[in-house]
Nanobody
Framework: QVQLVESGGGSVQAGGSLRLSCAAS????????MGWFHQAPGKEREGVAA???????SYADSVKGRFTISKDNAKNTLYLQMHSLKPEDTAMYYC?????????????????WGQGTQVTVSS
């Protein structure tokens, strides 16, 4: 089993920054595919950024140039640095993990999820 715990969410004004963290524990290897996803009320969960099993990084078009995903294998922690936040970034942000994924931004390919952390951006 893999356990994921997100932290770092909060309320900021448009243009602000936040850094999300996802601490992983349990039977997880550094080669696991891990990603960040968000879900707004009434909408489906969507991929934001992910690092696949080969270390390749993918971003949703809406966050390219503003968000940066990184992983510290020694700490088993995944990060999402978010800059230039917009009101449309408001959502619950989830960390996901899977042994392998053909498309790392597809939430349906993930087996493990954290409880989520809320990000609210006001205009």
């Amino acid at each position: 089993q893999v356990q994921l715990v997100e932290s770092g969410g909060g309320s900021v004004q448009a243009g602000g920054s936040l850094r999300l963290s996802c601490a992983a524990s349990g039977y997880i290897e550094s080669s696991y595919c891990m990603g960040w996803f968000h879900q707004a009320p009434g909408k489906e969960r969507e991929g934001v950024a992910a690092i696949d099993s080969d270390g390749n990084i993918s971003y949703a078009d809406s966050v390219k140039g503003r968000f940066t995903i990184s992983k510290d294998n020694a700490k088993n922690t995944l990060y999402l640095q978010m800059h230039s936040l917009k009101p449309e970034d408001t959502a619950m942000y989830y960390c996901g993990a899977v042994h392998y994924s053909d498309y790392a931004l597809n939430p349906y390919e993930y087996d493990y999820w954290g409880q989520g952390t809320q990000v609210t951006v006001s205009s």
